[in-house]
């Protein structure tokens, strides 16, 4: 999987079977997620907001840590394909009571499920239940360990691409928590992918991974340096539920020289849009002025990640449909 971090990923003809990870998958196909997800913009405008997609389809969200936003996106997202949906609450499910996860997903796989939405504390979770699940399953990972968070990733492309009109050749400035963040390593592969003319990261020294230079990014001393023309700035959350050492001396510190202020954001280009994944700690990673203003693009992505999430799993359903045809022919 090292060697070919797509190959599990992707089918012999190259379309996407699962989506696990931003890592070896080509600027033509994260490009089609984002033209897949466009297509899908109209749908939340109709009376009905549903297409037949996913009609029959039975998507099970497998979340092993708390989320909102991601669950709920998802949820919608298979709703609106015309799956059913099942949330497996695994605070009483049986892996609570020692059952394996490779047991759990054997269960579940003898309901007839037809797609795995996995989100999980253990870095390459996702990777390891797409190796083993049945043919006609698909696996999404909403976000492993400190390793990926592809559609999160994705989503925050294609706001930018809505807002910019194309991500060649942007400045974009990545700050905060990076050590902790999959979300910002999914972020610069993304953006390298497909052609940010610079990615730039700028953190307390402590929370930058020591191979985040290999990743593509920048590394800035100081955030005025970092937001000197920037095109799009995206701020992290400090996961301290993450933190097991004095990653930071306090929080009001941290705001001092790394928080996303009004006045700081006057260095970077006029037009420049302001991102988070969210969740956010107001005047701790930006201050409110920052979050509520007119450069905040931060609702918008959440609007978008239902409308990627519809993408991917169109994608990866489509590609498993193909290869069941070929099969039975």
């Not at 969200?61 to 394909?81: G, M, P």
């Amino acid at each position: 999987m090292q060697n070919n971090p797509a190959g599990l990923q992707l089918d012999l003809s190259g379309c996407l079977r699962h989506f696990l990870s931003i890592a070896g998958l080509s600027r033509d196909l994260l490009t089609e997620m984002m033209d897949t997800a466009e297509s899908f913009g109209s749908v939340a405008e109709q009376a009905v907001k549903k297409v037949p997609l996913l009609r029959g389809k039975t998507v099970v969200n497998l979340f092993f840590e708390n989320s909102t936003r991601t669950r709920t996106t998802f949820e919608l997202a298979a709703k609106r394909l015309s799956a059913d949906v099942l949330n497996v609450n695994i605070a009483t499910s049986s892996t609570s009571k020692g059952e394996s996860l490779l047991d759990t997903i054997r269960n579940l796989e003898a309901m007839h499920v037809d797609m795995f939405v996995v989100r999980h504390s253990s870095s390459g979770a996702a990777h390891f239940i797409a190796s083993h699940v049945a043919p006609h399953i698909s696996v999404i990972n909403a976000g492993d360990g400190s390793h990926a968070h592809p559609t999160q990733a994705m989503l925050d492309m294609f706001t930018i691409r809505q807002y910019k009109g194309a991500i060649e050749g942007l400045i974009v400035v990545i700050v905060g928590d990076i050590r902790h963040s999959r979300v910002a390593r999914s972020q610069i592969r993304a953006l390298t992918t497909l052609g940010a003319k610079e990615v730039r990261v700028i953190a307390p020294r402590t929370l930058l991974p020591k191979d985040i230079q290999s990743l593509g990014a920048h590394v800035f001393e100081t955030i005025d340096h970092a937001l000197s023309g920037a095109d799009v700035v995206i701020g992290l959350r400090l996961q301290k539920e993450r933190m097991s050492g004095a990653f930071l001396p306090s929080e009001h510190e941290y705001f001092a020289r790394f928080g996303l202020t009004e006045q700081r954001l006057k260095l970077a280009s006029k037009d420049v849009i302001v991102m988070h994944p969210g969740p956010i700690n107001r005047e701790v990673e930006m201050e409110s002025r920052v979050v509520d203003g007119s450069r905040a693009v931060i609702l918008q992505q959440v609007s978008n990640g239902i409308a990627i999430r519809m993408a991917t799993m169109a994608m990866t359903m489509s590609t498993v449909n193909q290869m069941r045809s070929q099969q039975q022919k």
